[in-house]
């Protein structure tokens, strides 16, 4: 065992992780797959965060925000059933570090392979963008689509992509799960 897994052990509970570029439907598929899955899913830290704020994030809301969702996973992880659903992960942190200020804060990238999921669910762009005074980049989707894909990529992570509307868009994302549990058993 290393010193990451001896530090943050695997967890007995899957982590699914439900991420992408804003206005692609995480929390709104977060919490259709915990009641499908009869269990709690962990909100975004950063948007009440940043619901909050009379100003643009600064570095050290930032590193709050990274410190504020882990935080908020702990506290979820033992209220969960089998499986903890996240609606994004801090890796969102270092991508919007990485966008705003031209780097991550070092604590996040030393979190980065420390931090465990089984699943991450990269929700696509291929829903209409819904404005939102939280939003910032509607132009940007592509861009940020394949930033995810990078980072993804660089921790090894497995990950599917979920693609379609409405209902197929949910049944892809069960599909996904219900995949990754059967090849568990």
């Not at 804003?22 to 009641?35: D, I, N, P, R, V």
């Not at 660089?154 to 990754?180: E, H, M, P, W």
Request: hydrophobic content about 40%; aromatic content about 12%.
């Amino acid at each position: 065992m290393n010193k990451s897994e001896i530090e943050h052990p695997k967890s007995e509970i899957i982590k699914i992780a439900v991420v992408g570029p804003e206005s692609t439907g995480k929390s709104t598929m977060s919490a259709y797959l915990a009641k499908h899955y009869n269990t709690v899913w962990v909100p975004e830290y950063a948007r009440e965060y940043c619901e909050k704020l009379a100003s643009p994030p600064t570095w050290q809301d930032e590193i709050n925000m990274f410190e504020g969702q882990l935080a908020l996973e702990k506290e979820y992880l033992p209220k969960a059933n089998k499986i903890l659903i996240c609606d994004t992960t801090f890796i969102t942190v270092k991508i919007w570090s990485d966008q705003m200020f031209g780097q991550s804060p070092q604590q996040v990238l030393d979190a980065l392979p420390d931090y465990y999921y089984n699943l991450y669910l990269l929700l696509d762009i291929d829903l209409p963008w819904q404005d939102d005074p939280l939003r910032d980049f509607p132009t940007m989707r592509e861009h940020f689509m394949q930033v995810w894909h990078n980072e993804l990529q660089a921790l090894n992570a497995n990950y599917v992509v979920i693609t379609g509307t409405g209902q197929d868009r949910y049944n892809s994302a069960v599909t996904a799960v219900d995949s990754y549990l059967l090849g568990i058993v």
